[in-house]
């Protein structure tokens, strides 16, 4: 199946290190350029709004899913090519995974570590097929992937479970390992 949407997971703050910054402005150029929209939470603060701005700068196609209760608190993107604004952050993500092809998970907290379990877990149900890429920038998730692999030896993750989860260290790899770039 062709990928014309990805889903991006990603923090609503910047981090403190700005190669996190750098990877959400290549990834929403990059992106763009391969002419793959980009669905994603539809905030306008953090590294979500880099992806976005990114995207929308270079041409790109920017669908943006936030609940009601984020758009009164005004950190809804205005800006976006399309803007959903949902009941719950249940309803979010499921809109979320039904207009996307792949998901790219970026350096984030709970709330995206909460968006990456939930579509892995879907995958392993069979609920969907889509390819998952954590986005590995500078080592950010190194710890998380240790624990996965102690939760495989211990036997609580199945190793084919482990390997739907893709690691990538860049964007360029990223897009390689989803076949959009050679």
Same mark, same amino acid.
């Given at each position: ?18 190669? @996190? ?18 669905? @994603? ?28 209760? &984020?758009?009164?608190? %005004?950190?809804?993107? %205005?800006?976006?090519?399309? &803007? ?24 984030? =907290? #709970? ?22 890429? *954590? ?5 950010? @998730?190194?710890? *998380?992937?240790? #624990? &996965?692999?102690?939760?495989? =030896? ?11 989860? *893709? ?10 390992? &989803?076949?959009?770039?050679?």
């Amino acid at each position: 199946m062709p990928i014309r949407n990805i889903a991006v997971f990603c923090a609503s703050a910047n981090g403190v290190d700005p190669a @996190y910054q750098a990877a959400a402005d290549d990834l929403g150029r990059a992106l763009a350029a391969h002419d793959i929209g980009i669905i @994603y939470g539809g905030a306008k603060v953090g590294l979500m709004c880099a992806v976005a701005e990114a995207a929308l700068t270079h041409g790109g196609h920017v669908v943006g899913v936030i609940p009601e209760v &984020l758009v009164d608190l %005004e950190v809804a993107h %205005e800006g976006v090519t399309e &803007l959903h604004v949902v009941d719950t952050m249940h309803t979010r993500k499921a809109l979320m995974g039904e207009k996307s092809d792949a998901f790219i998970i970026m350096p984030g =907290g #709970f709330g995206t570590l909460e968006e990456m379990f939930e579509v892995l877990a879907w995958q392993t149900l069979r609920l969907h097929d889509k390819p998952i890429v *954590l986005l590995n920038i500078n080592g950010f @998730y190194d710890r *998380l992937l240790g #624990f &996965l692999d102690h939760a495989v =030896g211990q036997g609580m993750l199945k190793q084919k479970s482990r390997e739907i989860l *893709l690691v990538a260290s860049s964007v360029d790899a990223a897009l390689k390992m &989803l076949s959009i770039t050679k």
